[in-house]
């Protein structure tokens, strides 16, 4: 089983510049009810685009159009919280397909290359040049780490692993399933 | 020559490795307990469908039902109201794939039910020296045994369900040295939250913090639970303890613990957990135990957290702005006698038997105050059990309380216990988020003995008052 090799995403940058930005903001719990993927795009940020009646809140997110690919440049230790990977899923059927930030929360950082949603951590001074690129076109080169965005380019490291599954489209479950006999053989000598 | 000093985790990672990590990959690490529950497992067995394959570990899997389970009182055997077909779908879900895959489940007819981290310990399924998982992030909990114990994605779930093996690189480490001695009316809580506070919601990340010095060592092993629970909170990957006397005491005799000879075999490797004395960490951070004041949050962030008897800081930067806006809250402006909604006594953090003991000594003799109000559920069918025996029901009860069945209810609000947009409550779960508790909610997040003081006062209040005084009397 192999998955779709993503090597660039070239897409409007969108602009979220909160710090601490928690899964609970990205989709409130309330939408956790779901036994399976996909059409999660509406709960995405639920709760800033929307009243509780269900009427639109004058948010930025609500100026652009669901399902769009979109680049999400966020604030600092974004994804903190709660280990739902419902969160990626749902950011990813909003539309976006990278996030750009100063350093993202390590589970969120997890699911989301999992789910082909690639995490770009840049430095403070590139992060700020890119933040004033709302609504202007931004391109990520996955396999060399880089983003440039007008005549800003930026550097980016990925976790090695994550990026030889993002550029090459392998598959973690096949790579673990693999290693099959060193399991059985480490579950032997603690047996014995 | 001899070997290096280790650290508590590095001797739990050690003893996990199946293949050791390489640049070009993680480490594959192997899992002694997989913990699931109802909201994050259900597209992991789909996975595993999807590809044809089956539990590698069925044996080493353990699940309940927890977070989409109503709360509400009922009559035995009568069945659970859900607060939507979605949510009821969700645990038939998971009775349905345990039972395919012949997975313990703690379901409605056992009287183990209750929320994934408070069963684990309770049953004596969480040991020292173990590597834990579960599909949430505050399994952390767990880590209060010596145990290394992380939350993991939905995608992880189905890794470990099929091969019972996670791919991990391995985290850096932070000890969190904590001196001196908690003073009265001060508990775990605000410990971990003072310890949040000093870290930041991000200061922990990549990290797993070890929890160490003689206000830790003092602590009970639910109070452990308490401060290793919400690690999550500062960002860290997971938070431990080294296993000592009240460690084992604790397990001993547990349902699932060995059991006669075995458990003194067990007892002797377990006291081998603690980091060597030269071990060296990549970050420390210490505390005062004695300077500490009951601690209350006063933001969107439980890093936003301040002594219960100060006011919020002057904002310096706009995350601080917006977070005093969203509460309604102004700085230099005193939190006590703000007056509140409701109070929530559960959760993972303080659901335990101890918390809820904690709570009940403040409000014995006294009254949630007219218009405010209170939910106390336990952390589970045990814990509900046990304090039904010694009566605390009834304080609650008679105090105006709701005492409910066991689940993680309005923590995170999404089996239909929750407050109503603009309502303050006062919580003692782990999360202020915008939100989290309902739409529009504001949460502050305390202590058990704080939490039963503000509904007592019908606001924000400082539990020494009421815990002075009984002593006095």
Redesign the interface.
């Known amino acids: ?1 192999r998955n779709e090799p993503i090597l660039t995403i070239t897409a409007p940058a969108f602009t979220l ?4 930005v ?1 899964t ?2 990205i989709i ?3 939408f ?6 996909g059409a999660l795009g509406e709960a995405c940020f639920h ?1 800033w685009r929307f009243h ?1 009646d269900g009427s639109k809140k004058a948010h930025r997110l609500n100026d652009i159009a669901q399902g769009e690919a979109r680049i999400l440049v966020a ?3 974004f994804g ?6 419902h969160a990626p899923w749902a950011l990813k059927d909003f539309g976006f397909r990278a996030v750009v930030t100063t ?1 993202s ?3 969120f950082r ?2 989301a290359l ?2 082909g949603l690639v995490i770009c951590e840049v430095d403070e001074a590139a992060h700020a040049a890119l933040m004033d690129r709302d609504g202007l076109e931004m391109s990520i080169d996955v396999a060399a780490g880089n983003i440039t965005a007008g005549n800003i380019t930026a550097r980016f490291v990925l ?3 994550a990026r ?1 599954c993002l550029i090459e489209g392998v598959d ?2 096949g ?3 693999a ?2 006999e ?2 059985t053989r ?2 032997a000598g603690r047996a014995a | 020559m001899p070997s290096p000093a280790r650290t508590l985790f590095d001797k739990v990672w050690d003893a996990h490795v199946v293949t050791p990590e390489r640049e070009d990959a993680p480490a594959l690490i192997y899992v002694d307990l997989h913990l699931i529950h109802e909201v994050t497992s259900p597209q992991a067995f789909a996975e595993l469908d999807a590809r044809g394959l089956s539990v590698r570990r069925p044996d080493l899997t353990y699940a309940t039902l927890d977070h989409s389970t109503p709360t509400t009182p009922r009559a035995p055997g009568a069945r659970p109201i859900y607060a939507s077909p979605a949510a009821r779908h969700q645990v038939e879900t998971m009775e349905a794939n345990c039972r395919r895959h012949a997975i313990r489940l703690a379901g409605w007819d056992s009287p183990d039910r209750g929320i994934v981290h408070v069963i684990g310990p309770e049953l004596g399924l969480t040991q020292p020296g173990q590597t834990i998982v579960c599909g949430d992030s505050h399994t952390s909990t767990n880590g209060a045994f010596g145990a290394l114990a992380v939350g993991i994605g939905t995608t992880e779930v189905g890794h470990v369900l099929a091969s019972q093996c996670l791919l991990q690189r391995k985290p850096k480490t932070m000890r969190v040295y904590v001196d001196g001695e908690l003073r009265v009316g001060v508990g775990a809580k605000d410990l971990i939250l003072a310890i949040i506070a000093e870290l930041g919601a991000g200061g922990a990340a990549g990290h797993v913090i070890e929890y160490a010095g003689p206000a830790i060592e003092a602590l009970s092993m639910e109070e452990r639970m308490t401060v290793c629970n919400m690690s999550i909170e500062a960002g860290a990957r997971a938070g431990l303890i080294a296993p000592d006397e009240i460690t084992f005491r604790y397990l001993q005799g547990r349902a699932h613990a060995p059991k006669g000879a075995a458990f003194e075999a067990a007892k002797a490797r377990w006291a081998q957990l603690r980091s060597d004395a030269d071990a060296v960490f990549d970050g420390e951070v210490r505390l005062d135990a004695s300077r500490l004041a009951p601690m209350i949050t006063w933001g969107d962030s439980p890093d936003m957290a301040a002594p219960v008897d100060s006011s919020p800081p002057a904002p310096s930067s706009a995350k601080m702005t917006e977070a005093l806006a969203y509460m309604g809250f102004k700085p230099g402006e005193a939190l006590l006698g703000e007056k509140i909604d409701a109070v929530f006594i559960g959760s993972c953090t303080n659901a335990r038997l101890s918390d809820l003991r904690e709570a009940a000594s403040v409000m014995a003799g006294r009254c949630v105050k007219a218009g405010v109000r209170m939910l106390v559920v336990p952390g589970s069918e045990a814990v509900k059990r046990a304090a039904e025996a010694e009566g605390l029901d009834a304080i609650f009860r008679t105090a105006g309380a709701e005492w409910r069945e066991p689940g993680c209810s309005m923590c995170i609000a999404m089996n239909g216990d929750s407050g109503r947009p603009g309502e303050l409550i006062v919580s003692t779960s782990n999360r202020n988020f915008a939100g989290r508790q309902g739409q529009g909610v504001r949460t502050v997040l305390a202590s058990p003995a704080t939490a039963a003081a503000s509904a007592v006062a019908g606001a924000i209040a400082d539990p020494r008052r009421i815990l002075e005084a009984s002593h006095a009397q």
């Open positions: 089983m510049p909160e710090a601490n928690d609970d903001q409130p719990a309330r956790l009810t779901t036994t399976t993927r709760d509780g604030g600092h230790n903190c919280g709660s280990s739902r990977e350093r929360a390590d589970i997890s699911n999992k789910n976790e090695p692993f030889t973690p479950m790579y673990i399933l290693q099959g060193a399991i480490f579950e």
